[in-house]
């Protein structure tokens, strides 16, 4: 099959997955920018709440991904049948796991007093931590319900729920940052709490569109309700936590790093922010070629059809490079203009522009390892794709970005460039290794077929 034919096929099924992905995260997008337009402290007071507040959520999305794999490999095996009791059991894990996230947030509300903040950035950060925590559960579930639909090769209710979300998030943000219809003007809270609110409806939109649409019926989860099935939680958690445990060290690693720089002052914590948020919008497009790679080869594999699932895997691969060069390049020449959509502070425009071109550059490796790392999942394999990332960004990318950021021995200190250098090298290394794994799995699946 060329190229052509098998981009086309996974494109299909990741352009709505990428425009659902770029809504969610067009959410941090607008929080970021009607932040920045009320002060540079409500900016940097989103900028570190979101750190550890995207730590949770996407370590949480990482434990229940788990779903997808396994309910598109029963697809592929015409064991539909399953799949009911497989997405309630998900479901079970959703509502614990996102209990779990809320409370822990809470618990972690003191660390902001201890990052060298200035007060108010301090418990701007703490009461938008707080607030948006409320909508963990919601997210929670709306993820597993996403997970099995995409199993089906439905994936559009994603792109439509996220759009309307997002559409839902700006009025809510206009309503609750600036005080209007009677609210008080809350800043960066208000972000909080208009996040919390759209997560609680998307969740609802969730439920109403997987049991009324026509599509899902036969397999939905909501016709009986079953008690805990022991064997498919642990077969689901055996998946899903290493998956979980992959997520949370590469996007804690970003998060130690904004708070880390929250030493450096607002400005640097600012333009950080700015870099990062656009740069995560970016990501947004390979992790969704990712995500229908991982239902692509999760369906080869369930057919026992192991040389269509390296090809796939293959193809996805050589998508995930050419959406990243051009994703880079337009970052590289563009940064300024980018710059400006979130500030017009002089300071944090000159700062963010120059973190740009270092998130242009790890596009490239990015792209490589959020594609490869999709595609293991189809092969059920993520044990040692989590240990890579350890090896990746804790023990690589974090040790050398303080040494670049603050300087360390004979290496100067490069401020907040040093840490985007090192996340360049991190990423390298990820891709690198995640593209061997890749070879090594696929082999060993042929060659015992």
Sequence with gaps: ?????????????????????????????????????????DLAAVSVGASIWTTLIVTLMGLLLAISPLAAQRVGANAQAELPGLTQQALYQAILAGGMAMLIAHAVLPVFDHLGLTAEVADKAKRFLAA????????????????????????????????????LNIPANWVLIYGYFGFPALGAVGCGWATALCMWVSALMWLLWIRHAPVYRGTHPFDKIRGIDWQAQWQLAKLGIPIGMMFFIEVSAFSLIALLIARLGTTAVAAHQVALNFASLLFMIPMAIGTALTVRVGHAAGAGDWVQARLIGQNGVRLGLIVAALGGGLTMLLGGQIARLYTQDAAVLALATQLLVFAGLFQFSDATQVVASGVLRGYQSTRLPM???????????????????????????????????????????????????????????????
């Design 1 to 41: 099959m060329s190229l052509r034919i098998d981009a086309k096929a996974t494109w299909v099924l990741a352009w709505p997955i990428m425009v659902g992905q770029l809504a969610q995260t067009g959410t941090a997008f607008v929080d970021a920018v009607m932040a920045g337009h009320v002060s540079a402290a």
């Design 132 to 167: 948006v925590s409320w909508g963990l559960p919601a997210l929670a579930i709306s993820r597993v319900l996403y997970g099995y639909s995409s199993a089906l090769n439905q994936t559009k209710p994603m792109m439509v729920i996220a759009l309307i979300a997002l559409a």
């Design 387 to 449: 240990v890579l990332h350890l090896l990746a960004f804790w023990l690589i990318g974090l040790p050398l970005g303080y040494a670049l950021t603050f300087g360390l021995g004979p290496i100067a200190a490069h401020g907040a460039q040093g840490y985007w250098l090192a996340l360049v090298v991190a990423l390298t290394f990820a891709a690198l290794s995640l593209l061997w794994l890749f070879r090594r799995v696929s082999l060993s699946r042929l060659s015992n077929s």
